[in-house]
């Protein structure tokens, strides 16, 4: 099954100019049949259910991806580089999940 996605373009711009990682790219982490960490983003679903995701995309960098699922139709946020924490925190959840 094909998974959709869609943003708000303007707001993709801004991301890219802020982080330097466009949406277009982001989506990868999701396409590319790779391990990615998801968690629940309880601080910040109050109106929609938003999910943080941590993994690689195609150019081999850990992004965080916040997303909102609705209706099959992945809605991208925001994305950028991961801190220095967020990639520990990926990579010890893919040790812990394929060792």
């Known amino acids: 099954m094909e998974m959709a996605f869609e943003w708000d373009e303007p707001k993709n711009q801004q991301n890219r100019r802020k982080h330097a990682v466009s949406f ?3 989506r990868s982490l999701f396409t590319s049949g790779g391990a990615y960490l998801e968690i ?3 601080e910040h679903s109050l109106d929609e259910d ?3 995701c ?3 995309i195609a150019t081999g ?4 991806v916040i997303t909102e699922v609705a209706d099959s139709v992945i809605r991208l946020i925001s994305a950028r580089r991961a801190t220095p924490r ?5 990579h010890e959840f893919v040790r812990e999940r394929f060792s």
């Open 54 to 56: 941590i993994g690689p």
């Open 86 to 90: 967020e990639g520990r925190l990926y």
């Open 24 to 26: 277009e790219e982001a």
């Open 61 to 64: 960098i850990v992004v965080v």
């Open 50 to 52: 938003r999910f943080i």
């Open 40 to 42: 629940f983003d309880v």
